[in-house]
């Protein structure tokens, strides 16, 4: 698995030299780390950001991303990736791993996210409750069930039910 940190510190000024900089660990050619880094940069969108440093939240994910992929990482863990992103850097950055992904063919991405609408870029998903899994299938047999589970709860709250019950262990006599 390789290093994936939600808004990492470049180390280095442009997006062309993160994305080698975790090519150093390998036996490489010059020409072999110049095809890598092509190749990654492309399937995140930032080639022609290659000469620059990334400006944006979302730019400096989608380094990140291409980065591992360059390194050839089998698995990405990819915890809150669009946290803090504005609406624009969220749909680009996950863009950017679906075009990662299939470019490559050969990495899984493992993703850990509070938002429902990063379900419809999944091939699959596991759904959990205090860290259990309660359902694993398809992204839209999830997406019913937490709908669900959220029509349920809003009934609930309207019923006053939830109200009810915080103040019954709450007594504010």
């Not at 940190?5 to 780390?33: Q, R, W």
């Not at 299939?102 to 999944?122: F, K, M, N, P, Q």
């Amino acid at each position: 698995m390789g290093p994936f940190l939600p808004f990492k510190t470049l180390v280095v000024p442009t997006v062309e030299a993160d994305v080698a900089f975790g090519l150093g660990k390998f036996n490489l050619t010059s020409d072999e780390v110049k095809s890598r880094v092509s190749k990654a940069a492309n399937a995140v969108s930032m080639s022609k950001y290659l000469q620059v440093s990334p400006d944006s939240g979302g730019q400096k994910q989608r380094v990140a991303i291409a980065g591992a992929s360059a390194e050839a990482c089998k698995v990405l863990l990819l915890d809150e990736l669009t946290t803090f992103l504005d609406e624009r850097d969220q749909v680009g950055v996950i863009k950017a791993v679906r075009r990662s992904l299939d470019s490559s063919g050969e990495v899984t991405a493992l993703w850990v996210t509070h938002r429902l609408e990063e379900l419809e870029y999944a091939d699959g998903a596991v759904y959990m409750e205090n860290g259990r899994a309660v359902m694993h299938g398809d992204a839209a047999s999830i997406t019913d069930l937490i709908k669900t589970k959220q029509t349920a709860y809003i009934k609930e709250i309207n019923s006053g039910l939830v109200v009810r019950e915080y103040f019954s262990v709450y007594n504010f006599h």
